[in-house]
């Protein structure tokens, strides 16, 4: 263990329990040790120190080296009275001398007086000593159980005035080699842990990090998560090199095995090559999301007789954990075969009658209901396309797809395995010989789930998914479901993220202003046949739109500044938004680029002030104009207009915003010769008339007034 200095010692601090749930703890152990670093930094105790965290199923740690001992002292100054009114003439302490001192606990003696430009004062000098790290941390400690959010929480027995997660069985904190002992509810802490529930012992002392880490692997528990992942991840590439096979990607899989288990051991097992007849994403399915298990491939790209299971255990030499493992396995895919071959019975389309039945939210109808109106979105979608190839015949299998999209919901095989939604649609499609087409855009309409994720693989595809994807946002606003900090049961947010995604994914041409209309349309002559109400067609579209800026600047790295310049410009065409965006980052450090844009900021806060910005145009009168600075900016500005126009309808954003730069030495001149707010009030409403021209013609593109703003990078 390294030496520390003398005045600094180390924090061993670890809450065990019955098992949390794997997927909640990577966030716990960030935010343990967020909360250590904010309550010890606030006591002064933690400068020089570092934090670490590490969890597993039973268990968090923090290990804290480098901590201090004890507060520094501080002197601190209190300032009291004037002089003038703690003295009389003659010099005698007054009664508010007296009572600034019997205030601090001193006699006026010890009363300095200190020089401020308002003069002398009173001021007592007192030395604040310093509390003892062990103290602090004995307050800390329960402060920071108490503060560690989950989903949820739950009481127990013993325990009944305390919440977390899981039942909390023993409390570790070491100080410095001794136990620090506090309470928590009616544990106390102290310096024995608990190994592996099979493996190791019940009660194990410990005296700092390094001993725990090294007693706890000894007791069949390997603390950091890293290091499980490491062995997880060189047993699964030895097993599935010995097997001859592959291994099936999946990090998310890896993720989950890495906290479920303390002491990670991989084992292969074996299932009967009958069932490789089931779909591969069926047999994935059941294997990963049901038993935790990673598939095999054949090097030919095909499902192997095989999987691979990581167990909390050191080994399984006779074999038995994974026989139990091959029979549950077994049970789960011969469930699956019997719902496959049972739902098949009955075409996609026949189902459709059931969605009556099954509630898409108590508001907005059942999923019949919704797939009308999804149906008439698809539609919608599609007649948008034709310049991309889209038929008459296309819109038909857009309006077929949305109608098969949801039948799956009614299926033997998606109550078994929910995960398979949208997939078996496409599925069963594909097999009763719905066309490729329909089929994909079946199995792909909830895609994508997240920004990693593709969006759908074809056209027909797109138009149902961003049906489906805002039918679901507007329907849901209507009825007043909206996002509020983290509750958001509907998952808008993602909806909303997935059209924003699709729609530059594909380069799809759509107006989200008429997409909002149709998506009203429907929900008005489908159930629930309601009307959205005055102003949530403007407060979706922000939602989007908010949705969209964070794609901009996070996934196609846009800078703050050039997202709020062409948004404010008009964002109702992603794509074009997109052209604009590139247009301006291509322009942006040109020669005259940012001084002009300063120049549309002063023009900005020049009308906002005069309140000039709903000038008329074809108010200008040039028999008003006194200098020949306005008479060039007048004429530069018509002269400019005529081209930025015709580069604007031609597409060509970079070479309307160069025509717009070369406007600076005239604005330039403007500003430097002629005087805004004259006297003569017509003069004046005629110059702000020509600024508010300037501005309005050419911020259509985008907003230069916002560039170098705040957040700009």
Known sequence: MKSVPEDRAELLFEIGCEEIPAGMLPKAETELKTLLEKYLGADGLLAGASVETFSGPRRLTASVSGLRLRQSDVVKEVTGPPRSVAYDHVGAPTRAAVSFAEKQGVSLDQISFISTPKGEYLAVRQMIHGRAASEILAQILPRVIHDLSWPRSMSWKGLSDVRFIRPIRWLVAVFDGKPLRFTYGDLTAGDTTSGHRFLGAAKIRVRHFKDYETRLRHNGVIVRPAERRSKIERELAAAAKKAGCRLHPDAALLDLVTY???????????????????????????????????????????????????INLAKDPMGLVRAGHERVLGARFADARFFWQSDQKCRLGDILPRLERVTYESRLGSYLDKVERLRS??????????????????????????????????????????????????????????????????????????????????????????????????????????????????????????IVKIILDRKLTVSLSLSLMAAGKALHSYPPKIA?????????LEFILDRARFFFRERLGFAYDEVNAVFRAGADDLIDAQKRLEALRSIRKSRN??????????????????????????????????????????????????????????GH??????????????????????????????????????????????STIADFSEIGGEGAW
């Not at 900021?601 to 020949?628: N, S, Y």
Request: charged share 30%; net charge negative.
């Open 377 to 498: 979105l698809a539609r919608w979608f599609a007649e948008q396309w034709f310049n991309l190839g889209i038929s008459e015949a296309h819109v038909a299998d857009a309006d077929r797809a949305a109608e098969l999209a949801k039948c799956d919901l009614a299926t033997e095989m998606v109550r078994e395995f929910p995960e398979l939604q949208g997939i078996v649609g496409g599925l069963y499609a594909r097999a009763q010989g719905e066309s490729a087409v329909v089929a994909d855009a079946v199995y792909d309409h909830y895609l994508p789930a997240s920004l990693e994720d593709p969006s759908p693989r074809n056209l027909i595809g797109c138009a149902v998914a961003l049906a489906d994807k805002l039918d679901a946002v507007a329907g849901c606003f209507a009825v007043g479901i909206i996002p509020t900090g983290s509750s958001d049961p509907f998952a808008l947010r993602r909806a909303a993220q997935g």
């Open 593 to 650: 680029f940012e001084p002009l844009a300063v120049s549309f900021k002063r023009i900005r806060k020049i009308l906002e002030k005069a309140d000039g910005l709903a000038v008329e145009r074809q108010g200008i009168k040039t028999d008003l104009f006194e200098h020949p600075a306005e008479r060039d900016l007048y004429s530069a500005v018509r002269e400019a207009a005529a081209k930025v126009h015709g580069k604007k309808r031609a």
């Open 532 to 540: 959205l109400p005055k102003g949530k067609e403007a407060q979706i």
């Open 260 to 310: 479920l288990n303390e002491f990670p051991t991989v084992i292969q097992g074996n299932f009967d090559p009958a069932f490789l007849d089931l779909p591969d994403e069926i047999l994935i399915t059941v294997m990963r999301d049901h038993q935790k298990y990673s598939a095999l491939e054949k090097k030919t790209g095909e499902l192997a007789p095989h999987f691979l299971a990581v």
């Open 653 to 698: 954003y970079r070479e309307a915003l160069e025509v717009i730069a070369g406007l600076r030495p005239a604005v330039d001149r403007f500003f430097e010769d002629v005087l805004v707010m004259a006297e003569d009030e017509a003069v004046r409403k005629n110059r702000l008339g020509l600024l508010a021209e300037l501005l309005q013609e050419f």
